[in-house]
């Protein structure tokens, strides 16, 4: 038997940053660890440059997502205005920037997920900085401003944190139906499934792929590869 802790994210808008190339910003289809651990770190209120307590969080969760609703793709193509750069000079401000002369125009395209919706699962190691508890109470009365991904990507439910003790993954999963409210949108077929670590899951891992998603370093945005089992939840079992 084992802990989980349990909470639902839902937005109009979501974004799951993937490895990014050049000017376009993909989104995965489901939340990154270093999303889930920023998310976290957040409503316990620990600052992006206090990495060591960064680190020490992200090193301690193991987390695992159902994917309620997929959502749909959004694209946003992006224009906007930046000076050239100049040795010795630096610009604190955006206004510092469009007082230069001479502006150049940057193209770049950024993805979302539109109306998707995850029932997340968190478990901790015994020595962990913070207990399942504690992060529950966090998420309900959160320090800072919580987020979908990015700033532009607000929740809009409540994410209802509840402590499950099940034998397996599935188990605690199933003690957690998706959100009432947005059963309009909830998959009626099986859910994608994706989970960290050697956890009894009690599902079929059908895949396991490498996302570089983990947490090295919040001030430099450095990740690391993670090794993420893929598989079904089938509701009716």
């Known amino acids: 038997m084992s802990d989980y802790l349990l909470f639902h994210l839902y937005g109009p808008l979501a974004s799951w940053g993937d ?8 989104s995965f289809a489901h939340p990154s660890k270093s999303a889930i651990i920023g998310l976290l770190a957040a409503a316990l209120g620990i600052r992006r440059d206090e990495e060591e307590r960064q680190n020490s969080l992200a090193a301690a969760c193991s ?13 946003d193509y992006h224009t906007t205005q930046v000076p050239s750069v100049k040795r010795g000079v630096t610009h604190h401000t955006r206004q ?10 940057i193209l770049s ?35 800072f401003t919580l987020y979908l991904g ?31 409210e947005l ?3 909830i998959s009626k077929t099986d859910a994608n499934v994706f989970w960290e670590g050697d956890i009894e899951s009690g599902l079929v891992c059908q895949q ?4 570089r998603d983990e947490p090295r370093s919040r001030k430099r945005w450095q990740f690391s ?8 939840f089938r509701k009716e079992e």
């Open 63 to 75: 987390f695992a997502v159902r994917i309620d609703a997929m959502g749909v793709l959004l694209r």
């Open 225 to 232: 590869d993670r090794r993420e089992n893929y598989g079904v």
């Open 183 to 185: 059963n309009d949108i």
């Open 19 to 26: 490895i990014a190339v050049g000017e376009y910003r993909p």
């Open 109 to 143: 395209s950024r993805d979302y997920r539109c109306d998707a919706t995850y029932t997340v699962a968190i478990t901790v190691t015994d020595d962990a900085p913070y207990s399942l508890e504690e992060l529950a109470s966090a998420l309900l009365k959160p320090v």
């Open 208 to 211: 396991v792929i490498n996302r």
């Open 150 to 180: 990015r700033k532009s990507c607000p929740l809009a439910t409540p994410l209802h944190p509840q402590i499950v003790n099940a034998v397996t993954l599935r188990n605690a999963l199933a003690s957690v139906p998706p959100i009432v």
């Open 96 to 105: 510092s920037e469009l007082t230069m002369e001479e502006l150049n125009t």
